[in-house]
Nanobody, 117 residues
Framework: VQLQASGGGLVQAGGSLRLSCAAS????????MGWFRQAPGKEREFVAA????????VLVDSEKGRFTISRDNAKNTVYLQMNSLKPEDTAVYYC???????????WGQGTQVTVGT
């Protein structure tokens, strides 16, 4: 199983990035997919999730209106569109796959997002 996250980088405050996570080795359309992030010196935190069908999404309150999660089951890929980025969004962003409710089963390697002032 491999979850390959990409799309991170350095962006100025107010800018946008779209993260992608390509999955292989799993029946992607059977999994809820999530995005998490971990800032330096902080615990990993939940950002967003999307059900297997894409019909339902969840975003942490602080990101509503700025972040959007989506997926393309034909491409085995989940996306995180991030707009109006703030310095406090700086973190390593991880994608993860969840087969049943509860813990996530598989994790990607992370992609660094750095937002400058």
């Amino acid at each position: 199983v491999q979850l390959q996250a990409s799309g991170g980088g350095l962006v100025q405050a107010g800018g946008s990035l779209r993260l992608s996570c390509a999955a292989s080795g799993i029946t992607f359309s059977s999994y809820t997919m999530g995005w998490f992030r971990q800032a330096p010196g902080k615990e990993r935190e939940f950002v967003a999730a999307i059900t297997w069908s894409g019909d339902s999404t969840v975003l942490v309150d602080s990101e509503k209106g700025r972040f959007t999660i989506s997926r393309d089951n034909a491409k085995n890929t989940v996306y995180l569109q991030m707009n109006s980025l703030k310095p406090e969004d700086t973190a390593v962003y991880y994608c993860a796959a969840q087969y049943e409710s509860g813990s996530y089963d598989y994790w990607g390697q992370g992609t660094q997002v750095t937002v400058g002032t």
